[in-house]
């Protein structure tokens, strides 16, 4: 059964840090990795969606990386901003298109 | 698009009672998911739908809850009878399943459920 860990549950960092979020997941199997972000109260925004084939997706500060092999992601956030407040939320995709959630890390980031 | 829509926004209600949440996905979309979302579970799939037809179930937690996706442009989650260990936020995202980069899911702002 497929797992998905990340950590830290919870990071605090001063605006205009680089910062890196952190994801596993227990079968290498997948179709696809999303990181997505909540902000308090309200529903999930996609952020990045990285094919099982490929390495890496950038938008604008964020740059996504896929290591299949070692069931491996990492969001870098580059000068970070109070802005990017939230909780981001790495999930994986099966075979039969359902996503498999991590619980999430909770960031402030501190003006 | 509107994105995926959602009602109600809130439901608060008694133990024993009767819900029923609601989903609009986004127009062309051919795949569905509820998924429910709480502090200690954290983000679960209940139950998705491919082309209207329920693929996987297996997420839904009891007899209890139920699904129905009548035609492309709605679908129902009821609760009957509610617990108050239903309260949650409940989710429903739509996809467009099998082409490649656009298969993000897109989801709806949740239901805050409350049952007392």
């Known amino acids: 059964k497929q797992e998905v860990t990340q950590i830290p549950a919870a990071l605090s960092v001063p605006e205009g840090e680089n910062l890196v979020l952190n994801c596993s997941f227990t079968?290498?199997?997948?179709?696809?990795l999303q990181w997505f972000r909540q902000d308090p109260g309200k529903g999930l925004t996609s952020l990045l969606l990285?094919?099982?084939?490929?390495r890496e997706q950038t938008s604008g500060r964020l740059n996504a990386s896929l290591d299949k092999s070692s069931g491996r992601s990492t969001l870098y956030i580059a000068a970070s901003q109070p802005g990017d407040s939230a909780t981001y939320l790495c999930a994986v995709r099966g075979s039969q298109g359902n996503l498999i959630f991590g619980k999430g890390t909770k960031l402030s980031v501190k003006p | 698009d509107a994105g995926v829509i959602q009602s109600p926004r809130h439901e608060v209600t008694e133990m024993g009672q009767e819900v029923t949440l609601r989903c609009k996905p986004i127009s062309g979309h051919n795949s569905l998911f509820w998924y429910r979302q709480t502090m200690m579970r954290g983000l679960e799939l209940l139950i998705y739908?491919?082309?209207?037809?329920?693929?996987?179930d297996s997420g839904m937690p009891e007899d209890r809850f139920s699904a129905k996706m009548p035609n492309a442009s709605f679908s129902t989650l009821k609760i009957q009878p509610s617990e108050p260990r239903d309260s949650a936020v409940y989710f429903c995202a739509s996809s467009l399943r099998g082409v490649g980069a656009r298969e993000t899911q897109y989801f709806g702002p949740g239901t805050r459920l409350l049952v007392l």
């Open positions: 739908f491919n082309n209207n037809v329920p693929i996987d």
């Open positions: 079968d290498s199997a997948i179709y696809n």
């Open positions: 990285i094919q099982s084939s490929q």
